[in-house]
């Protein structure tokens, strides 16, 4: 069966430093991967999707960027953290027969 | 641009009652929609997905409606019990540049009391 890992789980960091979130899927093949921010009473925002390996779309513009070094490794990552960028990140992939989409644990990113 | 909007507030309903939640979009047609469940900390997970044409969807004590006409899908629970008590979200499907992407609501808050 298919999971979905996510690390880590929990992150403090200060204003300016680099951001490295990894979510992994396994138990699929070429997934459509999904990144997504939850603020606090928020719905989910799609930050960047990807159809394959080094193919990234962009949803919003922001301080924000993403990587697929290999099929089923999806990176999200910063060269400066803002303030702004708190929040809970989820990664999802999407199932075949319906569009669902498969979240993972999350990563609660707090930038102080 | 497309809009999901969701009950803000909590719904706060007794065990062993009918919890009903609304979805309401505009701007888009969507070919279908679905709806997953939120625990706190957690990552939302699937729970049902109703086509433009399905009225009605039934899972378990689980109910999905849809009018295109209104735009509008209600989700209700039936029998309701304290674990049913999550945040739950309506998520439409949009194509954008040949690939499907899901908008989703902000969700509702449900809390049912023994």
């Known amino acids: 069966s298919q999971t979905i890992h996510q690390w880590p789980a929990t992150l403090v960091q200060p204003v300016g430093s680099p951001l490295s979130l990894e979510c992994t899927v396994e138990?699929?093949?070429?997934?459509?991967l999904y990144w997504y921010r939850q603020a606090a009473g928020r719905g989910l925002q799609l930050l960047f999707y990807s159809v394959g390996i080094g193919q990234i779309s962009s949803e919003v513009p922001q301080n924000l960027s993403a990587s697929r070094p290999q099929d089923r490794q999806f990176i999200l990552s910063s060269k400066k953290l803002l303030l702004s960028d708190s929040g809970f990140y989820l990664c999802a992939w999407r199932g075949d027969r319906r569009n669902e989409q498969f979240f993972g644990p999350g990563t609660r990113l707090t930038v102080l | 641009s497309q809009k999901i909007e969701q009950n803000s507030e909590a719904l706060n309903i007794q065990e062993g009652k009918t919890a009903t939640l609304t979805c309401n979009y505009t701007?888009?047609?969507?070919?279908?929609l679905q709806w997953y469940r939120q625990d706190p900390g957690r990552g939302p997970v699937f729970l049902l997905l109703i086509r433009e044409n399905e009225k009605e969807k039934r899972k378990e004590r689980l109910k999905v409606t849809f009018d295109t006409t209104l735009k509008q899908s209600l989700f209700h629970i039936t029998a309701s019990q304290p674990a049913d008590s999550a945040t739950y979200l309506c998520a439409l499907v949009r194509n954008s540049g040949g690939y499907n992407k899901l908008i989703f609501g902000a969700g509702t808050r449900l809390a049912v009391h023994p």
């Open positions: 701007n888009y047609s969507p070919a279908y």
């Open positions: 138990g699929t093949s070429n997934p459509n």
